[in-house]
């Protein structure tokens, strides 16, 4: 633990000592005693989170309207850090941690959960109606991801659920998946005191682990499995090659949890009024399933489309600009490129768009698809300045490697799944109820 003496806590906060001793005596910051000196001293992490908080509560002030618009932060959370251009699940870099883990191991970190339980939740395969799943899916299979998921879990996941809870499987039941490619063993530190050959049953857990296997299996139009979620999508697609089946396990990492945008705020809001968590998943989905938040990648896929049959690539570009200046809640100047909470490039189109670049290096049948979608990138940074985003990236792996349409608003879902029920999970501890306010702005009611 870093500490600070009462001066340096002073000059962090930018207050005097006096106020800084007015802070402990409220509650608000906490001194501990150095047995050795019997001076006082304060961690320097609980302070930098007073600063923060002091931070918001000015800017709050004045931009209160903005707190659902990139504004200051409407709730605290221990999960996802987006600071300084860097992402972080839990503490670890989400950067490094998508070059090694699959989407169950990311899951497992976001859920406070060890992976050898996140493994060894069983699907219930005993219980479930693979005939019933069937007939569902034959009526929307036609749909996009996002419409047939939002359809089907709210169905499924009752019955499969209930199903569950009556038949009570033991861990000896379970089939646990192959979670390989894997992170390290000594990286989960959650997993340091479990026995791996004896998993304890978790109810919530195993609820969790059967609504991120349905939400993949609703939005590839495939049938429940316990396989990796990539895995999973790469039979759906026919993706064999394994460097693009790689490829795809870490978008669904990088995909994983963002934060609190609309999708996930809506989760949370669900959640804390005790509604199942299947209903807060669902709500997420309906929330993502809206053209500006998760239909940013078709947008960005008709921006592609447009390239590759643009005769002048530059012109092309200038038009688009052009043509997007006049919406007026345009959050950048063109879909895909600059994210607000990433000045200097979003870290995770990079490490896709590196990784696509190296697995396509070799295969000249998929360079033409590849290089387009680069020079439209670099066109866009030559007259914008700004960089791809996480959406780019995931068109263009859609694009380059021929994925059927609507496979990157699959890749965002199917990830970001993982995330939502860490919140809802996060929320649930929390026990209380989300209730924001508005601020009237109306006609005065008459005296």
Request: proline share 6%.
């Amino acid at each position: 633990m870093s500490r600070l003496s009462a001066n340096e806590a002073a000059q962090l906060l930018g207050v005097s000592v006096p106020t800084l001793y007015a802070y402990v005596s409220r509650g608000l910051l906490q001194s501990r005693a150095d047995g050795a000196s019997k001076r006082r001293y304060y961690d320097a992490n609980e302070v930098r989170l007073l600063a923060r908080r002091r931070a918001d509560a000015k800017r709050a002030g004045n931009v209160a309207e903005r707190t659902l618009d990139w504004g200051v932060p409407v709730l605290e959370s221990r999960i996802t850090q987006v600071a300084d251009g860097k992402l972080s699940y839990r503490g670890r870099d989400a950067i490094a941690l998508a070059t090694t883990a699959t989407l169950e191991e990311a899951a497992a970190l976001l859920w406070e959960r060890p992976l050898t339980r996140v493994q060894a939740a069983p699907f219930v395969a005993r219980s479930f109606d693979a005939a019933r799943w069937r007939g569902w899916l034959d009526l929307w299979r036609d749909r996009p991801p996002l419409e047939r998921a939002l359809a089907l879990l709210p169905v499924a996941a009752p019955a499969t659920l209930s199903e569950a809870g009556r038949s009570s499987p033991s861990i000896a039941d379970a089939a646990p998946f192959d979670a390989s490619p894997g992170m390290p063993a000594s990286a989960p530190d959650i997993d340091a005191d479990v026995d791996a050959a004896l998993p304890r049953r978790d109810a919530q857990l195993d609820e969790a682990a059967t609504l991120l296997r349905l939400a993949t299996a609703a939005l590839a139009a495939s049938t429940p499995s316990a396989e990796p979620a990539h895995r999973q999508l790469a039979a759906a697609w026919r993706v064999n090659d394994p460097r693009d089946v790689d490829l795809l396990r870490i978008a669904l990492v990088l995909c994983a949890d963002h934060e609190l945008n609309p999708s996930t705020f809506t989760v949370r809001c669900i959640a804390s009024t005790g509604a199942p968590l299947f209903g807060a998943i669902a709500g997420g989905l309906a929330a993502l399933s809206g053209p500006r938040h998760g239909g940013e990648t078709l947008r960005v896929a008709a921006l592609l489309d447009g390239a590759a049959r643009a005769r002048d690539l530059n012109r092309y570009v200038a038009a688009q600009i052009a043509s997007y200046a006049h919406e007026p809640d345009a959050r950048t100047q063109l879909p895909g490129f600059g994210h607000p909470l990433y000045p200097d490039g979003d870290p995770r189109a990079t490490l896709l768009i590196d990784a696509l670049i190296e697995a396509l290096a070799a295969r000249s049948a998929a360079r033409p698809a590849l290089d387009g979608t680069l020079a439209l990138a670099e066109a866009v940074q030559a007259a914008l300045g700004e960089k791809p985003t996480i959406d780019f990236a995931l068109a263009a792996l859609e694009r380059t490697l021929a994925l059927p349409a609507g496979a990157a608003s699959t890749l965002f879902a199917a990830g970001r799944v993982a995330g939502w029920i860490a919140h809802a999970l996060e929320q649930r501890a929390d026990g209380k109820l989300i209730r924001p306010r508005a601020r009237y702005v109306g006609v005065d009611h008459a005296a």
